[in-house]
């Protein structure tokens, strides 16, 4: 298993995965193009020469970024990959200077594992009114916010 950071071949790749939990609708959708302008926020896990997972750290202020387009395919489940690569993007947010990491989840029993604590979406201004607002199910949320601060650690 190797986590790395993506590169732009790995655009497709990365698609197809978030498509895929895109459509069972336990991920938001990410269009390609958007994958493309972003693919220096992502992640990807190897096994094999094979990508099985991906994640991303995009930052939104100096002190706060979001874990964003976690997604480990099913048979790679359950062996750590999502964890590791939410790791890497923690340690990357130390290296910048990020003071506090959140991400908006369907599991935060995932990340309450990993250090994460729930919290309230309100904590996160720049995150609603850069994104949120503009999402289909903006009214309907049952996304539950997650942050670790990593000055504690």
């Given amino acids: 298993m190797k986590i790395r950071k993506a590169k732009v071949k790995d655009a497709t790749e990365i698609f197809k995965i978030l498509q895929h939990f895109a459509l069972k609708e336990v991920l938001l959708p990410r269009s390609l193009n958007s994958i493309y302008e972003n693919i220096r926020d992502f992640f990807v896990c190897e096994i094999d020469g094979k990508i099985v997972g991906v994640g991303s750290l995009h930052v939104y202020w100096e002190d706060l970024a979001e874990i964003k387009s976690l997604a480990v395919k099913e048979e790679y489940q359950h062996l750590g990959i999502g964890r590791s690569i939410v790791q890497e993007c923690l340690n990357e947010a130390k290296e910048l200077g990020i003071k506090r990491v959140f991400a ?50």
């Fill in 104 to 153: 908006l989840t369907y599991v935060p029993e995932f990340f309450k594992k990993i250090g994460f604590e729930i919290t309230d979406k309100s904590n996160f201004p720049q995150k609603v009114w850069t994104e949120c607002i503009y999402c289909v199910k903006f009214n309907d949320c049952h996304e539950i916010p997650v942050s670790i601060n990593l000055e504690q650690e």
